[in-house]
Structures are given as C-alpha cells and as structure tokens.
C-alpha cells in the first residue's frame, strides 16, 4: 500500500473546495468521510483534527495563491517545534506538534518545501472558474491547469469559440 506524502495531503486540503459541473463543493463538510480521508494522509481523523483543517484550508489557499502572506500561517504553528536527535552517522529531526494539530503542521511544512525546491510550481488553476491548485513538474514550467482535459480543454474550446464568433 502506497504512503501519502505530505504534498499529497497538501494537495489534499487546497483542492477540497472544487467546482464540480458549475457548483462549489466541499469535501470536507461530511465530517465522517473527511475524518476517514485525513486518516489516509496519516492523520488521526479526529473531529479536533478536522476543524483544524477546515480552518487551515483558506489560509493555506490564500497563501497558495497568493492573496495572503506566509505569516498568516503563523497561528498554525503555535506550539510546534522540532527535537534534534543525534545518531552515530547523522542528525535527525523530530517533529513535535500539539494533539490533532499534525495534519495541518505537515501541509503548512509541505508548502514550505515545496515553496523553497519548487518555487513558483505550486499555483491556482488558470481557469477562473476553477478552485483547484496543481503543482506544475514540467521541465519548463509552463503547465496552467489543473487538468488538461477539463480545464485546458473548456478553456481552449471557448476562446476558439469567441474568435469564430467574432469573425466575420
């Protein structure tokens, strides 16, 4: 069985608020099912760890897309703090976050990560009608949507449909 990473579940968080057929969703409103979800990303899918998420959720959009500041993180990280541990060969850390508070400590930690390797590749959907992120692996970093056979599609379809249209 394949282990979520931590961009998995961050991906997780920032898409569960997508616009399906013309009507925003939100995966996180059946508290069981998002519960047993977090439990998938190795969370503890408690109702305490789920209300986190849920308010983490616009924050780490906002901040995804730019609308917000990385220090509106901040009240996230209260109480968090890594323990250096010290084997023969190396120096590990640690992770050391408040009770039901890891899931949302690991997607603000996996934003960072991918903010520093990556930077720029983490980024909202170029369709406006979409709520989706994707982070862009292409060589040249040119991939808008979050999906080429939806978003990419629609929106190619109607700007070559305004442009007939127009002609005369």
């Known amino acids: 069985m394949k282990v979520a990473t931590d961009e998995e579940l961050l991906l997780f968080i920032l898409n569960s608020t997508p616009v399906i057929d013309g009507l ?14 977090l439990g998938t990303f190795g969370g503890t899918g ?41 084997t023969t060969t ?33 980024r909202p959907c170029a369709n406006d009608e979409c709520r989706l992120f994707l982070v862009d692996r292409s060589r040249a970093n040119t991939a808008r949507w979050c999906s080429m056979a939806t978003c990419g599609n629609r929106l190619k379809a109607r700007r070559h449909y305004n442009k007939k249209r127009t002609q005369p």
Do not use: F, I, K
């Not at 925003?24 to 979800?37: E, F, I, T, V, Y």
């Not at 998420?53 to 924050?59: E, F, K, Q, S, T």
């Not at 949302?104 to 990556?118: E, K, Q």
């Open 90 to 122: 190396r120096l590990d850390w640690s992770l050391t976050v408040p009770s039901n508070h890891e899931s949302a400590v690991r997607a603000v930690l996996a934003w960072t990560r991918l903010r520093d390797s990556a930077p720029g590749r983490l």
């Open 24 to 37: 925003p969703q939100d995966l996180l409103l059946d508290a069981s099912r998002a519960r047993s979800m």
């Open 46 to 86: 408690t109702v305490q760890e789920l209300e986190l998420v849920r308010a983490a959720r616009p924050l780490l959009q906002g901040v995804a897309s730019g609308e917000l500041t990385a220090d509106s993180l901040a009240p996230l990280l209260v109480g968090v703090y890594q323990v250096p541990r010290l």
